[in-house]
T-cell receptor
Framework: NAGVTQTPKFQVLKTGQSMTLQCAQD?????MYWYRQDPGMGLRLIYY???????DKGEVPNGYNVSRLNKREFSLRLESAAPSQTSVYFC??????????FGPGTRLTVT | AQSVTQLGSHVSVSEGALVLLRCNYS??????LFWYVQYPNQGLQLLLK??????LVKGINGFEAEFKKSETSFHLTKPSAHMSDAAEYFC????????????FGSGTRLQVQP
């Protein structure tokens, strides 16, 4: 099992460009999450999906959109990237135990 | 609303010394509590979790944590530090209802000196 996979691993964007971060899990989990990690701030929840077809805003949703394509895949889209979105993005999934499994992260720089 | 406070953004210990990383939480319902470890340029790995069973929880790599409701604490300890323990450690809380998302502390970077 690969667990949680994320693509790409690194990305550099110019201000105003758009991109989609991909996440997939092979553990048959219902819940999936997107977090961003910034120095000294821990991880903050961007969006959450309790199950296929449902999404919910987290703590810092502004500037992002998500799609729960199917049970396996949960993508995060930046429509018009801003320097404030420079961060490391983590996808995670979980089931009833509440333990979350994390992907390796995507390091995004917006210039 | 739930929150987590980790005291000390950086902790330095000598190899073989006790490791103590502090975590205090607030939650309106009985919490689920977690410690995660992050090695440089990697994702987060679960060290241990408390989900309302035994208050002393043992995890991987010799770490353990004790849930103290009266002190709203969930401190992480290891009797003897190893060089390989150098990493960033995150405490997290979930209220276990609704979206089950985790609220993270700001992290503690552990340095282990030879």
């Amino acid at each position: 099992n690969a667990g949680v996979t994320q693509t790409p691993k690194f990305q550099v964007l110019k201000t105003g460009q758009s991109m989609t971060l991909q996440c997939a899990q092979d553990m048959n989990h219902n819940s999936m999450y997107w977090y961003r990690q910034d120095p000294g701030m821990g991880l903050r929840l961007i969006y959450y999906s309790a199950s296929e077809g449902t999404t919910d805003k987290g703590e810092v949703p502004n500037g992002y959109n998500v799609s729960r394509l199917n049970k396996r895949e949960f993508s995060l889209r930046l429509e018009s990237a801003a320097p404030s979105q420079t961060s490391v993005y983590f996808c995670a999934s979980s089931e009833v135990s509440y333990e979350q499994y994390f992907g390796p992260g995507t390091r995004l720089t917006v210039t | 609303a739930q929150s987590v406070t980790q005291l000390g953004s950086h902790v330095s210990v000598s190899e073989g010394a006790l490791v103590l990383l502090r975590c205090n939480y607030s939650s309106s319902v009985p919490p689920y509590l977690f410690w995660y470890v992050q090695y440089p340029n990697q994702g987060l790995q679960l060290l241990l979790k408390y989900t309302s069973a035994a208050t002393l929880v043992k995890g991987i790599n010799g770490f353990e944590a004790e849930f103290k409701k009266s002190e709203t604490s969930f401190h992480l300890t290891k009797p003897s530090a190893h060089m390989s323990d150098a990493a960033e450690y995150f405490c997290a809380v979930s209220e276990g209802t609704g979206r089950r998302a985790l609220t993270f502390g700001s992290g503690t970077r552990l340095q282990v000196q030879p």
